[in-house]
């Protein structure tokens, strides 16, 4: 295979070289590529084609191995919790439960049957989707993921935005006038953003919010608890989620 790049030919009296290792990968026999200078980008994207492809077929193939072993670790290391789930659900506020209503629990959840069986039909509802009901709401565990989905990637977006509108001026004003006051003040905004976790902020925030809501208007106000989509209550929706949009954002522009 024959291909273009100058900074091997050059390092050649006869503008030959033979490559025997490109990113890493060490290429075989067959795949030796010979660079020339009078070849093309085309040439070169075509000659290290078949590489990449199988490159990416060795990827995906290294999934499924990766998945397994994955899957192996967190079933025994729920495994390894101790406690009954069926128990903790039942009695765990220290009332008496019947042992019957116990093993009907373990028996819905499957956690009776041998090791083995339990960890085939995990893997195997893990492969087409279904990940059980929640123990609390009894809903499919899918719906509830959808349903805290939809909140975070909204979270996500609002954070990105906030952390760009933050970061980009302050970062230019800093450049601007380095090493000046200005530019250890923006430094320090930086420093304590990096310093502070996202979840204190927030903390931080809300205590703000209920002390300073209680002496202006004399009736303390927090954000609201339930989620209400942006299309169903824009107001609603943006008083709730701009709060965690700015403490995490905050250290996203730090």
């Not at 490159?55 to 290294?62: A, M």
């Not at 659900?89 to 339990?118: F, N, T, W």
């Not at 943006?238 to 996203?252: D, E, V």
Request: net charge neutral; with cysteine; hydrophobic share 50%.
């Amino acid at each position: 295979k024959v291909i273009d790049n100058s900074s091997f030919w050059r390092m050649h009296k006869n503008h030959k070289l033979i490559v025997p290792e490109i990113n890493g990968n060490v290429l075989s026999n067959e795949d030796m590529i010979i660079a020339n200078p009078n070849c093309s980008t085309i040439q070169l994207v075509m000659a290290l084609a078949p590489l990449h492809k199988k490159y990416i077929i060795k990827r995906i193939l290294l999934m499924i191995p990766t998945l397994l072993g994955a899957a192996v670790l967190i079933f025994f290391l729920l495994r390894l919790i101790p406690g009954d789930v069926c128990v903790v659900r039942m009695a765990g506020s220290g009332v008496y439960v019947d042992p019957e209503a116990i093993k009907i629990c373990q028996h819905e959840l499957g956690i009776d049957q041998p090791v083995y069986v339990q960890f085939f039909d995990f893997v195997w509802g893990f492969m087409h989707f279904d990940l059980g009901k929640s123990m609390w709401t009894e809903r499919p565990i899918a719906h509830e993921i959808g349903l805290r989905f939809q909140l975070s990637l909204q979270v996500a977006i609002m954070a990105t935005v906030t952390a760009t509108i933050i970061a980009i001026p302050l970062g230019t004003i800093s450049a601007i006038n380095q090493d000046t006051w200005i530019d250890y003040i923006v430094r320090t905004f930086s420093i304590a953003g990096i310093a502070m976790p996202s979840f204190w902020l927030g903390i931080i925030i809300i205590l703000g919010l209920l002390i300073i809501t209680n002496k202006i208007t004399g009736t303390p106000w927090m954000p609201p608890i339930v989620y209400t989509p942006f299309w169903v209550n824009p107001m609603e929706n943006m008083s709730q989620l701009i709060w965690p949009a700015l403490a995490t954002g905050y250290r996203y522009a730090a």
